[in-house]
Structure formats: C-alpha cells, structure tokens
Antibody
Framework: EVQLLESGGGLVQPGGSLRLSCAAS????????MNWVRQAPGTGLEWVSY????????YYADSVKGRFTISRDNAKNSLYLQMNSLRAEDTAVYYC????????????WGQGTTVTVSS | QSALTQPASVSGSPGQSITISCTGT?????????VSWYQQHPGKAPKLMIY???NRPSGVSNRFSGSKSANTASLTISGLQAEDEADYYC???????????FGTGTKVTVL
C-alpha cells in the first residue's frame, strides 16, 4: 500500500525549532518529487515547500523562506522539514504530499502532523 | 503569489449537479493545463480528485469532472451524493518563484 506517514509535530515556543519527518512506503520514493503543505486551523491549504527527486531543485513559499529547510534521504525513504524561528502563524497541520509523475499536482498525502507555536 | 479565487460555498440537493469555479491569472490557471482539484473531509487529509484540468485518478468516481476556460477552471460534481459534502480546493502550477498555488477553498453542502 502506498503510504506517507508524518511525525515530529508538537508544541513549541515562538522562536523555537522543530523537525518534521515523513516516512514513505509502498512506492519507489527516490523517483518522486515531494512537497510539504500546511493548513492553519479553520483555514485553507497553503503550499510550503517542494524538493525534486534528487534534491537538485528546491522551492519555498515566501512565508517560510529563510526559516524552513526541506531535505530528503532516498536511502531511508524519508522527507524532512527543519523549521526554525517558528512563529505563531506557523501553527498548522503539516502534510507531506507526493508529486504526480511527469505533471503537477499531488496524488498521495500523509495524514498530517500538528505543529502548535505558543508560549 | 495570491491564492486562486473560489466561491466560499456551493450547495445542491442530492442528484443535482454543481460547479465550483477557480479563478487565477495567465501566470497560473490560464497559462498551463496543470490544474488539480482536491476533496477534504473534516479532520482528514486532502484527496486528489482531478489533475491536468480534466483527468481523474484511478478510483475517483466519474461523477467528478474538470474543465478550463481562459483563467478559470471548474469542477463539476454530477449526481450529488451525501458523501460529496466536503471542502474542495483547486491548485495550479504557476510561473512565479514557487511551483504551486492553492485556491481559497469551497465548502460543498448537500441539502
């Protein structure tokens, strides 16, 4: 079964750091580009970051640029999001999502992990 | 990059058809055939319903269809069913500095 499983969320103080992980299974992780998408409470989806299959291409939303770092370990079938200098507005459910092959869109999503930034 | 514009809510009776619009610009929706649609039930992860404007992934009901005209994409749900009640988001590839932009989201209510 194709599956993505996020972990690493939790409660952190403003200015703190957190590292999210996404474990992939049931497919050849190394050939797919991946994304992080977040959803603040009661709001819509916000794309956060993209990484190509070989990590050669990386993009960030302006709202997290300079604070978040996306990375992957294809040998471990894992995707990561290092989040530094966290703000209250980063509070959200964070989803990892697989990019569609040879197109644009996200065809497999994890169940999400919740990040709460509060003092 | 501004979010794509969707109506906040759309409703219909069981068996009816409804259409959700998604309006962008020539830099996203109008410039590429890379519009996708996602269904999200409360507390659940989004699910891909349509990609490349009008393609359905395997397993998605053919009651869901997509189209595009100029800078506006549309998702049509025909034969509306109670299980279709959910939030729906469009997304598009964009030529800006980031590859993706999402829509504002539409809550579909089955009356």
């Amino acid at each position: 079964e194709v599956q993505l499983l996020e972990s690493g969320g939790g409660l952190v103080q403003p200015g703190g750091s957190l590292r999210l992980s996404c474990a992939a299974s049931g497919f050849t992780f190394s050939i797919y580009s991946m994304n992080w998408v977040r959803q603040a409470p009661g709001t819509g989806l916000e794309w956060v970051s993209y990484i190509s299959s070989s990590s050669s291409t990386i993009y960030y939303a302006d709202s997290v640029k300079g604070r978040f770092t996306i990375s992957r370990d294809n040998a471990k079938n894992s995707l990561y999001l290092q989040m530094n200098s966290l703000r209250a507005e980063d509070t959200a459910v964070y989803y990892c999502a697989r990019d569609i092959t040879r197109s644009y869109g996200m065809d497999v999503w994890g169940q999400g992990t919740t990040v709460t930034v509060s003092s | 990059q501004s979010a794509l514009t969707q109506p906040a809510s759309v409703s219909g009776s069981p068996g009816q058809s409804i259409t959700i619009s998604c309006t962008g610009t020539s830099s996203d929706v109008g410039g590429y055939n890379y519009v996708s649609w996602y269904q999200q039930h409360p507390g659940k992860a989004p699910k891909l319903m349509i990609y490349d404007v009008s393609n359905r992934p395997s397993g998605v009901s053919n009651r869901f269809s997509g189209s595009k005209s100029a800078n506006t994409a549309s998702l049509t749900i025909s034969g509306l069913q109670a299980e279709d009640e959910a939030d729906y988001y469009c997304s598009s590839y964009t030529s800006s500095t980031t590859p993706y932009v999402f829509g504002t989201g539409t809550k579909v209510t089955v009356l």
